[in-house]
């Protein structure tokens, strides 16, 4: 069984562009969220898409954002990329929207110069 | 509220040694406790978890201690062995309403050969 599968693995970006970063959860799995890794603050929360629909949002402004197709492939996209966007983003899928553990993906290293 | 609090931030263990991980949260409506274990360039992957009616689980050489009173929980490494190193991360989720993983900071542990 294929597990998450994120495309790209690496970018490198300018300042002031735009990313897209793409997730194909396991198949059959609904829910897909999206966490930003980084040294400092760790691993946190983005969105969860489920069914195609923004179920919860993180804290994070309103350049970051995603959307689920219906066969739950799902892209988040940052606008107006700033230097403190340099991360890992991970990607994770679920069976069920609640209470499963999630499965990530090896995910998309991103650096902004 | 929403912290989940990790030490240490780094352990060394000898080959064969028992590493001991904890974390502590603070949302009483916090019921569903997983651990993840994260190797270089790759996405963090589920160990074990475990849900506040039961007090200890285990999986192999991993076990999840919970003391629900305390808002504390715990992973234990028996046995552990060079593979074993890598990042450890709790988190914990509520499964309604808002779903989403808080996770703690990550705990580096090296097993020395």
């Known amino acids: 069984k294929a597990g998450v599968t994120q495309t790209p693995r690496y970018l490198i970006k300018t300042r002031g562009q735009q990313v897209t970063l793409s997730c194909s959860p396991i198949?059959?799995?609904?829910?897909v969220s999206w966490y930003q890794q980084t040294p400092g603050q760790g691993l946190q929360f983005l969105f969860e898409y489920f069914s195609e629909t923004q179920r919860n949002k993180g804290n994070f402004p309103g350049r970051f954002s995603g959307r689920q197709f219906s066969n739950s492939r799902s892209e988040m996209n940052v606008s107006t990329l700033e230097l403190g966007d340099s991360a890992l983003y991970l990607c994770a899928s679920s069976l069920e929207s609640r209470g499963g553990g999630y499965t990530f993906g090896s995910g998309t290293r991103l650096t902004v110069v | 509220q929403q912290q989940v609090k990790q030490s240490p931030q780094s352990l060394i263990v000898q080959k064969g040694g028992i590493s001991i991980i904890n974390c502590a949260y603070e949302n009483t409506a916090f019921d569903y406790f997983p651990w993840y274990q994260q190797f270089p360039g790759k996405g963090p992957a589920l160990l074990i978890a475990i849900r506040p009616d039961v007090s200890e689980k285990k999986e192999g050489r991993f076990t999840i201690s919970f003391n629900k009173s305390a808002k504390q929980f715990s992973l234990h490494i028996m046995d552990s062995q060079p593979g074993d190193s890598a990042t450890y991360f709790c988190?914990?989720?509520?499964?309604?309403?808002?779903?989403?993983?808080?996770f703690g900071t990550g705990t580096r542990l090296k097993v020395l050969a």
């Open positions: 988190a914990a989720s509520k499964t309604s309403g808002t779903y989403k993983y808080i």
């Open positions: 198949s059959g799995h609904r829910s």
